[in-house]
């Protein structure tokens, strides 16, 4: 098993008499990207902010390269850099001075500097007051201030919030480098699925303060259940001899499905229909998008409450 | 806490708040310049026992209340600097205590008021000097009566550091800055007791020192609350 970089359990948080975090064990191994995923209000900005220290969990404890954030808070920091919601920067002060009155608490040489404006590609508009970047100019100050401590692991919510599609293309693949060329591990929120999707290796989905998925992109995926749809002639009778010769399938809409059907069970189902002379216009996979699934997830979720 | 200076002094560069530190006693001197200027005989004949601390005696009319005044709006912009992107979690979540950074602004501003105060030091000097009192200048007394206003308002430099860094909101703090300031200045009639008095040195026993050690560990006291509040909440 590879090394655990952020281990939480039971994390909880509460405002008032609601649990907005409600017993959340995340599990962030070294070198994944990990898609944090959850639709607004789930909890993802407040669960980031207590991994940062920004917030006290109301129960439960958080574990970040093996140390015990209420033990050694500061030492975990030192290993990470962050990103929560949308960027602060200080407005007045040029884009290396906002890199700089980070870097004299950091305490990491002034060269670092200028490596980070050049992996965020801010290099020419460093000497600019950054009252005048746009938006996804200031978002990458953030990258860059959030890197400027050699960070172990990378903590981004929702980074791409706001960019034009170009931007989330530009930020995306950003993010992607890291691991691959720094070494970072990373932990993205999002609540697009699709971006998710685009980027990550690892995902925990969270609704309603809980965790209702947390593995590899690869298990969602085989999640996405495929079925097979049949347009014949006459969809009744079809179905009605098919279930005859002892083959369950869904008529919805028309339409024949077979689910999961293996390519034998398939492959027997045409011949029968074949057999009984009913004439098959077309034979379609259809695959359910991640859409769905996380639609399916995090509705059931919120059948059950 | 070194570098969290550093950080704070390149926070502040290109910011207003350099220019209201020097605007503060240019101000209360420029006034004095203008009461002196125009009731020169009245002043000079008033104060003919000792020249000197009758100058010094009406600068520090003016700089108590400028002082209570420039320190409400110094914390309110310094916190504002944060507050503005909401770039409290990204300095929080560096690897710095939140004592520390706490500890940092209320110890800027107190810099920032200081040097003030030193530069009311030199301002009164100089128009002293101008106004023809003599070189015969009460050093001492006049070192007192620059910074003992200031450092017997301690409590409020605390109250309002707290006030400003804890709410996003600068509207609250700004109103009990001023408020407070327009309350002292019928300070001097108040009890003993009252924190408001105490910038104006005077005291049933007469000593000002008194005034100054009230201040200075009230606002220590308050600081200490402060540090601990700050540093147990959450940041947004
Ligand atoms: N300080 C607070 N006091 C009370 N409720 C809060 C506070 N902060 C957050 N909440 C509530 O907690 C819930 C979760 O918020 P959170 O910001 O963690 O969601 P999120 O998953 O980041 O959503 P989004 O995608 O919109 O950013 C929301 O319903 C929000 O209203
Ligand atoms: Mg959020």
């Not at chain 2, 125009?38 to 004949?45: A, E, I, K």
Request: glycine share 8%; aromatic share 8%; proline share 4%.
């Amino acid at each position: 098993m590879s090394e655990l970089i952020i281990e939480t359990k039971n994390l909880t948080k509460k405002f008032g008499a609601t649990r907005v975090v409600n017993h959340v064990d995340m599990q962030v191994k070294k070198g994944e990207i990990y898609g944090f995923l959850g639709p607004n209000g789930a909890g993802k900005t407040t669960t980031i902010r207590m991994l940062l220290g920004l917030a006290r969990p109301s129960k439960g404890s958080i574990h970040m390269f093996g140390k015990d954030i209420r033990k050694e808070k500061l030492a975990i920091l030192r290993k990470v850099g962050s990103l929560v919601e949308y960027p602060s920067y200080y407005g007045h002060l040029t884009a290396r001075e906002n890199l700089e009155a980070v870097r004299v608490l950091l305490d990491v040489p002034k060269s670092r500097i200028d490596e980070v404006l050049s992996i965020v590609r801010l290099t020419k508009d460093a000497k600019r007051p950054v009252k005048g970047f746009s938006l996804g100019m200031k978002q990458r100050l953030g990258i860059a201030t959030a890197l400027l401590g050699n960070p172990e692991l990378l903590i981004l919510d929702e980074p791409t919030n706001g960019l034009d599609p170009s931007g989330i293309l530009e930020m995306r693949e950003l993010i992607k480098s890291m691991p691959k060329e720094h070494g970072i591990t990373i932990v993205v929120s999002s609540h697009l699925l699709s971006e998710i999707d685009q980027m990550a290796t690892q995902v925990g989905i969270i609704t309603k303060g809980r965790i209702i998925f947390q593995d590899s992109i690869h298990k969602l995926r085989e999640q996405a259940s495929s079925s097979i749809k049949l347009t014949v002639n006459d969809v009744e009778a079809a179905w009605k001899t098919l279930l005859s010769n002892g083959f369950t399938t869904d008529l919805v809409q028309n339409n024949i499905y077979i689910d999961n059907g293996t390519d034998d069970h398939v492959a027997a189902i045409v011949k029968s229909l074949v057999e009984h002379d009913f004439s098959i216009y077309r034979v379609e996979e259809q695959k359910k998008s991640l859409e769905e699934i996380f639609l399916e997830l995090t509705g059931k979720e919120g059948g059950l409450l | 806490m070194i570098r969290v200076m550093l950080s704070e002094f390149i926070k502040i560069k290109r910011k207003l708040i350099l220019f209201l530190i020097i605007l503060g006693p240019l101000g209360v001197i420029g006034l004095q310049a203008a009461n002196f200027g125009l009731r020169y005989d009245w002043l000079t004949s008033q104060y003919k026992e000792d020249l000197w601390r009758g100058l010094i005696g009406e600068v520090t009319m003016l700089s108590v209340p400028t002082i209570l005044i420039g320190l409400t709006i110094l914390t309110s912009m310094i916190a504002n600097i944060e507050h503005q992107t909401n770039a409290w979690k990204q300095l929080v979540a560096l690897p710095v205590s939140k004592m520390k950074i706490f500890a940092g602004k209320a110890l800027l501003s107190f810099i920032l008021l200081f040097v003030s105060c030193l530069l009311l030091f030199f301002g009164t000097i100089i128009l002293g000097l101008s106004l023809r009192f003599g070189t015969a200048i009460p050093l001492f007394y006049l070192l007192k009566m620059c910074f003992f206003p200031f450092l017997a308002a301690m409590p409020f430099l605390a109250l309002q550091t707290w006030l400003a860094i804890s709410m996003k909101n600068q509207a609250i703090p700004l109103t009990t800055g001023i408020l407070g300031t327009i309350v002292s200045l019928y300070g001097t009639g108040f009890p003993d007791w009252m924190p408001l008095k105490w910038p104006w040195l005077v005291n049933e026993w007469d000593e000002p020192v008194y005034s100054v050690l009230f201040g200075v560990a009230t606002g220590l006291v308050l600081y200490l609350l402060s540090l601990i509040d700050f540093s147990r909440r959450d940041v947004k």
